[in-house]
């Protein structure tokens, strides 16, 4: 009986995961051309119809969300809800900040939401509130250090709204890895690409991809990072 339950555990969780990889790009697709652009611009051509092919990456998404699944399970079958609807929404906004340098506030707002599932594995509620506090001032902290550095923008507050959502998920501890996982993931990419020739100092890359990662990476991973966290 054990052994059919864990079978049925496992048919669900990647059946789950499968249709959530599945509506990634068909979601993607579809989402308003507003969203992809600020509330002042009006979209370009390229934001209209099919933004991400199918092939290869409706097969990457469904076995990179099937095995997300499956990982989330191995923590709680309670969690897998939340976490993976948290991530499946950290891919958008990773995806739409990469391609058109935007992080729509929908998403966002989604995933402020999705923080109400955390909350029986956080510490108490206090935690995603001051995550949220650190993860959005430290966001605003770097931009205004960057602006004042460079003597312009460096950092938009689409960034700052993610980190706070992310905070309200992930909590003061989390918040705290997932922001180092993002700026030093984002500095090696940069500087490969600098090294590489592909990138110039003057240029510009969006950290909503790397923060997304860094968050994805934290809700499949807490205890592991946690325990390499407290190392130091």
Known sequence: METILIIFKVIITVGGGACAGTLTIYVFNRIPAKWLCDYNEEPSREMWGVRISTRPWGAVFVLVFAAAALKLTEI???????????????????????KYMIIPDQFVVALAVTAFGFIPFQNSFWSQLLGALAGGGSMLLIGALGNFIFRKETLGFGDVKLMSAVGLVCGLQGTAIVFIL???????????????????????????????????????????????????
Do not use: C
Request: charged share 10%; no cysteine; aromatic share 14%.
């Open 76 to 98: 709680s079958l309670l969690y897998s809800i939340p976490g993976l609807a948290a991530i499946w929404l950290l891919t958008q906004i990773g995806i739409a900040d990469w």
């Open 182 to 232: 993002a700026i030093f993931s984002s500095a090696l990419v940069f500087a490969a690409g600098l090294i590489s020739g592909k990138l110039k100092g003057s240029d510009q890359r969006p950290l909503g991809p790397f923060i997304a990662i860094g968050a994805s990476a934290y809700l499949l991973f807490s205890q592991e990072l946690e325990v390499f966290a407290a190392l130091f």
